[in-house]
């Protein structure tokens, strides 16, 4: 039996340190950020451009991220994308969520009875 997908709701609360996480690593624009969750999620997360956009926009407005128009050509169809790159904000906010994630994980395994 195959693991379910994660969709919507189930990551609500945590979609913005997950983020965080992926430009932690590196700048990307929109659609890679997209593609690095489904990868890091190994399949298991089902990720929508026009659900990442609006919360994208919402970090960057709260200072976690910024956001630079890419001005290469080199290897890019289409038109112009912007790259987000995490601000110390942004890293001090991804620290506080791997610690709210912790104890989430913590509690509800205790409740539950597994561990992640």
């Known amino acids: 039996m195959s693991e379910p997908t994660i969709q919507g709701d189930r990551l609500r609360g945590h ?3 997950m983020i965080l996480a992926i430009l932690d ?3 990307a624009h929109g659609f890679d950020v997209v593609k690095k969750l489904e990868a890091r999620g190994e399949g298991a997360l089902q990720m929508r451009e026009g ?3 609006p919360v994208l926009y919402r ?4 200072g976690l991220i910024k956001a630079q128009w890419d001005e290469s050509e080199e290897g890019r169809k289409g038109p112009q994308r912007k790259v987000y790159t995490l601000t110390r904000k ?5 620290a506080k969520g791997r610690e709210q994630w912790q104890h989430f994980v913590q509690v509800v395994g205790g409740i539950i009875g597994g561990t992640a």
Do not use: K
Request: glycine letters at 6%.
């Open 51 to 53: 659900t990442i956009y």
């Open 15 to 17: 979609l913005e340190a």
């Open 90 to 94: 942004g890293q001090r906010q991804l």
């Open 25 to 27: 690593r590196e700048p």
């Open 59 to 62: 970090m960057e407005a709260a």
